[in-house]
């Protein structure tokens, strides 16, 4: 293997700094509750709000600002991600057994949280399709109070209004104009207009995620997400302008995007850059992109597609996408990854918005035992045993054993005093 370019800094790190300023947000929005949100939403984004909840007159406006157009393609994603997580929820069966022991039923129930909180990020664009990713899935997987919040957006004084609209259609029950670790805080700990959940979904810049970090315990959480990254193997029968162009599009989400090229050909390697250097001035994007590229890219060349393979499966990339002759004996072998982009036609691009699988993805590595949001994201595998006065019986004797090897009493008499007679 041979490095052709790697980046020297860490995409995300955490200070003490960070971790002390989200914890003394949070804090103040235990305290103050609504006002805390209202004054940070002024501090922060610069802007006036009288109350956080939405209310309905502000969605029904928000419908007046966005094109027909818009509203027609947020439907369709929707309907994508709603089919592919209705799916999801059908592979996931609830148990009982008659276990071979008389007396002893076993098994697991699949319990919806109750109250779970997406967070959709304001970012550079607005991200109606994030809102999509995770309400639309809470909502199928049985979640019976699913909130939406997002920060305001400039030039609106409110939620930006192709979010808002995106946010209705997913389903979401209640929508608060509010972000950062104080939104975070909000869904943790409740205020007077927010409702106290059980679960936070969805990402956000590193305050959001130090944030659900501080929470986690109190609340569940996700995952804590970082930049986002992709990783391509390419083989010589890749297209260069293809994976330039991925290379690119993965970049210009953030500067601290990751894109990472593995290759088994030095001349696609080559023309890939050229491309690269080529499209950067034909995107209003490429600054930021070409940036994140010179910063964060790397490009390794291997000997052999299988150990592009190794290195994959260890990078754990959060999209990997596969632009090699024999793809699908390729993508067998791939273990490790968020969402995986099988042919030369499978840009991310289209799992970020329309085919319907989720793009709230592990990253930073995490894919090696980590998964994206799913509707298993919000469900509980509850376990049961119903036990008859026989199947006491037929368990008591290693039950009351392993009672005394671990010195406690009252367990090996909670069985003895139902069996003795
Ligand atoms: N992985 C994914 O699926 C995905 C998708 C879209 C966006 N993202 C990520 O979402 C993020 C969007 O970032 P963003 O910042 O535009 O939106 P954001 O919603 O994550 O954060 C904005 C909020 O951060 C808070 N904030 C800003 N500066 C602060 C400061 N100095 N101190 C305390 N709080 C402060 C404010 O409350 C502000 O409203 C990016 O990091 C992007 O990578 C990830
Ligand atoms: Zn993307």
């Not at 001035?281 to 930021?288: A, D, K």
Request: aromatic share 6%.
């Amino acid at each position: 293997m041979k490095v052709i370019k790697k980046a020297d800094k860490k995409t995300y790190e955490r200070s003490k700094d960070l971790t002390n300023i989200v914890a003394d947000i949070i804090d103040e929005v235990r305290q103050h509750g609504d006002e805390t949100l209202i004054a940070l939403t002024k501090k922060f984004d610069g802007i006036d709000i009288e109350k956080v909840k939405v209310e309905g007159w502000q969605i029904e406006k928000a419908y007046e600002q966005v094109s027909e157009e818009t509203i027609l393609h947020i439907k369709f994603a929707a309907k994508q991600i709603k089919y592919f997580a209705e799916e999801q929820l059908k592979c996931i069966q609830p148990l009982n057994l008659m276990s071979e022991i008389g007396g002893l039923e076993i098994g697991h129930r699949l319990i919806p949280v109750e109250k779970c909180g997406c967070y959709i990020p304001s970012g550079r664009y607005p991200l109606p399709s994030s809102a999509l990713m995770s309400v639309i899935v809470a909502k199928v997987a049985g979640v019976k109070h699913v909130a939406a919040c997002s920060p305001p957006f400039a030039g609106f004084g409110m939620i930006h209004p192709t979010v808002l609209v995106a946010m209705d259609i997913a389903g979401a029950d209640e929508i608060y104009c509010m972000g950062g670790a104080q939104a975070i805080a909000a869904y943790a700990y409740g205020t007077e207009t927010v409702t106290k959940v059980d679960l936070i979904v969805g990402p956000g810049n590193k305050y959001v995620t130090e944030a659900k970090r501080q929470v986690l315990g109190d609340v569940g959480i996700d995952s804590l997400a970082g930049p986002s990254e992709v990783l391509i193997i390419a083989d010589e029968t890749a297209n260069p302008t293809f994976i330039a162009i991925d290379l690119l599009a993965q970049a210009e989400h953030d500067p601290n995007a990751k894109s990472i090229l593995v290759s088994t050909s030095e001349e696609i390697i080559e023309k890939s850059m050229t491309e690269l250097e080529r499209l950067i001035p034909t995107l209003p994007t490429g600054q930021i992109a070409h940036q994140a590229w010179l910063d964060n890219g790397d490009i390794f060349l291997v000997d052999n597609i299988e150990e592009a393979i190794k290195m994959s499966n260890e990078i754990a990339p959060e999209h990997l996408e596969v632009h090699v002759a024999n793809e699908r004996e390729v993508a067998q072998k791939l273990l490790n990854y968020g969402s995986l982009f099988v042919g030369h036609y499978a840009s991310v691009a289209l799992g970020d918005f329309v085919s319907g699988t989720n793009h709230i993805l592990p990253t930073m590595s995490t894919a090696r035992f980590a998964s994206g949001v799913w509707v298993g994201t919000f469900i509980k595998t509850s376990f049961h045993q119903f036990v008859s006065q026989e199947g006491c019986k037929n368990l008591a004797v290693p039950c009351m054993h392993f009672a005394e090897i671990e010195g406690l009493y009252a367990h090996r008499d909670s069985i003895r005093l139902r069996v003795e007679k």
